[in-house]
């Protein structure tokens, strides 16, 4: 059975650092580009960056660059999102998904555009003082 | 952008649904794909993808889910509503980069 465990999140003060986790199973895991998804009331549901199966690339939403940076350690099947400099905007609950088919040859590039098929049951962060 | 229509609706069991996705920026690559999906969220639980690349059901979906749309218009259907279809239904675009709609609040009545 496909699954993603988040952990990690937790209550901290604007300004401070946090680094959540998500631990994969049931699948090839160093084949999938991976994903973080963060849920608010307010916003909705909002991407913030994902991974490419070699962590050979990562690509992050513009709010997110700077502040957020993903990783993965293929030989753990652990995917990570650390982030700095939180803010009060920043409070949601965090999604780590996984990334549906491959990449894709056009003849002229490989490009990766495809969509996620899982989520894990996500992990709450909350920024205030 | 990804603009939903309508934001809420309410629906008798067995009869249809359907909800509107439109952007403002064609979701077809030059690939020849559509890069619009479709989750569904249930009470108390995570997002879980229900249709893929605007019209494609996902693994276990039943039949009752149906896509269609092209380019920058897209709908979700659901042709008889049973009460565990409750949820909110979002759409998804990943051709530039990754957006999702505010999503649409079905009650079964």
């Known amino acids: 059975e496909v699954q993603l465990v988040e952990s990690g999140g937790a209550s901290v003060q604007p300004g401070g650092s946090l680094r959540l986790s998500c631990a994969a199973s049931?699948?090839?895991?160093?084949?999938?580009?991976m994903h973080w998804v963060r849920q608010t009331p307010g916003e909705g549901l909002v991407w913030i960056a994902r991974?490419?199966?070699?962590?050979?690339?990562?690509t992050y939403a513009d709010a997110a660059k700077g502040r957020f940076t993903i990783s993965r350690d293929n030989a753990k099947n652990m995917l990570y999102l650390e982030m700095k400099s939180l803010r009060v905007e920043d409070t949601g609950m965090y999604y780590c998904?996984?990334?549906?088919?491959?990449?894709?040859?056009?003849?002229?590039?490989?490009?990766?555009?495809?969509?996620?098929?899982?989520w894990g049951q996500g992990t709450v962060v909350t920024v205030s003082s | 952008l990804l603009t939903q229509v309508p934001l809420s609706l309410s629906v008798t069991p067995g009869q249809p649904a359907s909800i509107s996705c439109q952007t403002n920026?064609?979701?077809?690559?030059?690939?020849?794909?559509?890069?619009l999906y479709w989750y569904v969220q249930k009470t108390g639980q995570s997002p879980q993808l229900l249709l893929y690349?605007?019209?494609n059901r996902f693994s276990g979906v039943p039949d009752r889910f149906s896509g269609s749309g092209s380019g920058t218009d897209f709908t979700l259907k659901i042709s008889r509503v049973e009460s565990e279809d409750v949820g909110i239904y979002y759409c998804?675009?990943?051709?530039?980069?990754?957006?999702f709609g505010q999503g649409t609040k079905l009650e079964v009545k």
């Open positions: 991974i490419k199966g070699d962590e050979s690339e990562t």
């Open positions: 690349e605007a019209s």
């Open positions: 049931g699948f090839m895991f160093n084949r999938k580009w």
């Open positions: 998804m675009q990943s051709i530039h980069l990754y957006t």
């Open positions: 920026q064609s979701l077809l690559h030059s690939d020849g794909r559509t890069y």
């Open positions: 998904l996984r990334g549906l088919g491959d990449d894709r040859w056009t003849g002229k590039a490989w490009i990766y555009n495809d969509g996620m098929d899982v």
